[in-house]
């Protein structure tokens, strides 16, 4: 039944609903059609549950409350469809309701909170995304503060003032700073008062955010001293500090790369190019030398540098010390040295002292970090005096010491092995350029001694007149051909019929050269002269010439000297007879291979040969026929034999070692390695045996021989200084003459080493167990020939 229920008033979008203690609808208010677009099925006397099925199981709870258990209770956020079709969201409030007279009943408030749902997801989605914004600018900032830190190139950022805000640590380690050092220093306490990083931010207004400039090159030095060349980027940021005009001002962020080792690796580079240029340009050491050591010091960064020059007492005492004289200094513009520069104005020690004489005595560069733990001496003391902490000294190398270079640093320097192999090369260079002046020098001295000797001599001269093809010479010249120099007349043909037939068109041809090039020529050819004995001789001249043009370039004269050089020719054919025979002589000592490396180096040769095979030959009987016959005789039939042995030795390419007494040794596979040394050996071996039976044939003796033979390395070489020979040394040897002398007459014993490499070709036999002395029991074989091949 219906419950009356008096006017219930609420806000505009709040409705409202009574129900029975069944929950059944008893009342409702108008709005409610406009807040659910199904409110129609909303009924008197139906159960709520059927719009609101939310309420199913909360039976219990509604009872509670109707019966004031429970003061209310409520559900939000329940959601539905509005009469516009739209979403809704409602809070739904239940409390116990009386009238008056009547029982209680249940009131149901639905408030439309749609809007303010709307505003709280918002709200909601606002916190959460500025929780994820935050977190993730936490990450960031974390990020970027981890590539700074990681960075492997110095990182500084700067405000505008030049005041050092940030740095990492690539940037501490490099410049030894800690941070709390470098943080709030300004750019001048590192890199100077007129450094380019802070007058680009005095002039940097113009850049732009995010643009870089590049490779801003800057020296600085570290907190020990170091010196240090820097290439920096600049990009500009603006910073979070707000300037006067209220906009962010602009920081500097400069990022470094350490150039040092580069920039000094160009600097020796371009020094050693320097040097060459100044040397080859040079034509007196007087001329290269303030040159040379400018470049040096200037691209090594020495702050003073001087150049000594050996001077002896005499040429004819060598042994004495000489005297160092400083030919010429080299001074930094920005060094007024006072004392140092005193010193070497006395411009000379005699003998060398010090750090002179040590390079003097050794050759041996010397780098010295502190030159206060030297000895005391003037020089070191005045070098102190100027502000000099480290010095270098090295010797100019040619045959022997030229010369020496001091260089000396205001700054500390650790040794630096590549600024000592520059100056190793540039010295040496140096050295040679010094060799050489000396050298031409010399050599026009020769040449000057050689004109007046030439005079002395009477060195034949002439002179050929080009138009006339006539000749005039020198009494000398004519005495040379063997002609009275009172002649009358003698022409270019003349003296060319003098020259020897074959040699004719040579002259012909350096003479026409040397006219067409307007040159020089020289010549050494034979003349065929007739004495006044009318004896025909052949002579051997040299003969020296240039080219005389007239004003517009063309040859009209042809002037030169002849020298009779027939003594020398002789001498040097001699000589060269005398070299091939010794040659000769050597390769029948020695192995041509061998004997090469004894003429260019006199120590002992010895080399290892991992397999050779050794053969020793005996003459049986030989101790009973020399008591038969004449010494003389004795050694006729051994150079009868051991001659065809020669031979075949030979034949097969092996190597004689030596003969002792009646015995013949020989090896395959030195000195020069070959697979089949033991076949050869083998050949040779039954050639023997047929060699000796055809002399005794020829010569009516009946000589037999014993051969034996082993495998195995051994030690070849030649020792001593006189009456060498080549030999052979290991138990490879010893081995194989126990097998001669173990061995059997006619026969050739070989052992299993010997036999492993044999048996496919050869046809060999056991021969068993035998003792060796100095083996013990060793099983060998018989060679007795080539294997027969079965047809």
Not at 654 to 660: D, P, R, S, V, Y
Request: with cysteine.
């Amino acid at each position: 039944m219906n419950i009356p229920v008096s006017p219930i008033f609420t806000p505009h979008h709040i409705e409202y609903l009574i129900l029975d203690e069944n929950l059944l609808i008893q009342s409702l208010s108008p709005g409610i059609l406009h807040l659910i677009s199904d409110a129609q099925s909303l009924s008197l006397n139906e159960d709520i549950r059927q719009d609101f099925p939310e309420l199913f199981g909360l039976e219990e709870t509604l009872n509670a409350v109707l019966v004031g258990e429970q003061e209310s209770f409520d559900l939000k956020g329940i959601s539905r469809i509005d009469d516009q079709g739209e979403q809704v969201y409602l809070d739904l409030y239940v409390m116990s309701y009386k009238q008056a007279g009547a029982t209680s009943s249940l009131i149901l408030f639905l408030e439309n909170v749609t809007d303010k749902m709307a505003l709280e997801q918002r709200l909601v989605q606002a916190t959460n995304e500025s929780a994820l914004l935050l977190t993730s600018l936490r990450n960031s900032e974390n990020y970027i503060q981890q590539i700074i830190s990681s960075m492997a190139d110095p990182l500084l950022i700067v405000n505008r003032y030049g005041t050092i805000k940030k740095v990492n640590q690539a940037t501490q380690r490099l410049l030894e700073y800690p941070e709390k050092e470098l943080l709030n220093c300004s750019l001048t306490q590192l890199f100077g008062e007129q450094n380019l990083l802070l007058q680009i931010i005095h002039q940097c207004d113009y850049l732009q955010e995010n643009e870089v400039l590049q490779d801003i090159e800057v020296d600085c030095r570290t907190k020990s001293g170091k010196k240090l060349s820097i290439a920096f980027s600049c990009s500009v940021v603006n910073s979070n500090t707000l300037g006067s005009s209220n906009l962010p001002q602009k920081d500097f962020i400069y990022v470094g790369r350490d150039i040092t080792k580069s920039q000094q690796a160009q600097h020796r580079l371009v020094s050693q190019y320097t040097a060459t240029w100044i040397l080859s340009a040079a034509t007196t050491v007087e001329e290269a030398m303030p040159k040379l050591l400018r470049a040096i010091c200037e691209n090594l960064e020495w702050d003073a540098s001087e150049f000594w020059l050996p001077q002896y007492p005499t040429r004819t005492s060598p042994d004495l010390l000489p005297s160092l004289n400083c030919m010429t200094r080299w001074v930094s513009a920005d060094l007024p040295l006072t004392q140092l520069s005193d010193i070497q104005q006395q411009s000379q020690f005699d003998p060398p002292q010090g750090l002179l004489s040590r390079l003097w005595e050794t050759s041996v560069p010397e780098w010295i970090e502190d030159i206060r733990s030297e000895p005391p001496s003037c020089a070191i003391a005045a070098a102190i005096a100027d502000g000099m902490q480290t010095a270098f000294g090295i010797a100019v190398p040619a045959q022997e010491i030229v010369g020496i270079l001091i260089f000396w640093s205001r700054d500390r320097r650790p040794q630096d092995d590549p600024v000592i192999e520059t100056l190793i090369a540039i010295t040496s260079q140096l050295g040679q350029f010094i060799q050489r002046k000396r050298t031409e020098t010399a050599l026009i001295e020769s040449e000057a001694n050689l004109a007046e000797a030439q005079a002395i001599s009477h060195l034949g001269s002439w002179e050929l007149t080009l138009a006339t093809q006539t000749m005039t010479g020198s009494d000398e010249f004519f005495r040379i051909l063997s002609i009275d120099p009172q002649i009358q007349s003698f022409t270019y043909l003349n003296f060319v019929e003098y020259i020897h037939p074959d040699e004719r068109q040579t002259w012909v041809t350096s003479i026409e050269r040397a006219l067409t090039q307007r040159s020089t020529y020289e010549l050494d050819f034979r003349i065929v002269r007739t004495d006044a004995a009318g004896n025909r001789t052949t002579r051997y001249l040299n003969s020296r010439g240039k080219t005389i043009c007239n004003a517009q370039g063309e040859p009209v004269r042809l002037i030169g000297t002849v020298m009779d050089i027939t003594e020398r020719k002789h001498a040097e054919m001699a000589l060269a007879y005398q070299k091939k025979q010794t040659e000769r002589l050597l390769q029948n000592i020695l192995p041509v291979r061998i004997a090469e490396r004894l003429k260019s180096s006199s120590g002992a040769i010895a080399e290892n040969f991992d397999d050779v095979t050794v053969l020793f030959a005996d003459i049986v009987g030989f101790t009973e026929l020399s008591s038969q016959i004449s010494p003389v005789q004795l050694v006729r039939l051994l150079n009868q034999i051991f001659s065809k042995f020669d031979a075949l030795t030979e034949h097969h390419q092996l190597e004689k070692i030596k003969t002792i007494g009646d015995a013949y040794m020989v090896v395959g596979g030195l000195p020069v390695p070959r697979a089949d040394h033991a076949r050869a050996i083998a050949e040779i071996a039954l050639d023997m045996l047929e060699a000796t039976a055809q002399f005794n044939a020829e010569t009516d003796q009946n000589f037999s021989i014993r051969i034996g033979i082993h495998t195995g390395p051994v030690v070849a070489g030649v020792i001593g200084t006189k009456k060498f020979i080549y030999d052979l040394w290991g138990d490879t040897v010893n081995t194989a003459s126990r097998m001669e002398s173990h061995g059997v007459a006619g026969c050739i014993q070989v052992s299993s080493v010997t036999y492993d490499l044999l048996q496919d070709g050869y046809e060999l036999t056991p021969r068993g167990q035998v003792y060796i002395k100095g083996k013990g029991e060793m099983f060998t074989y018989f060679l007795l020939g080539k294997a027969q091949i079965s047809p």
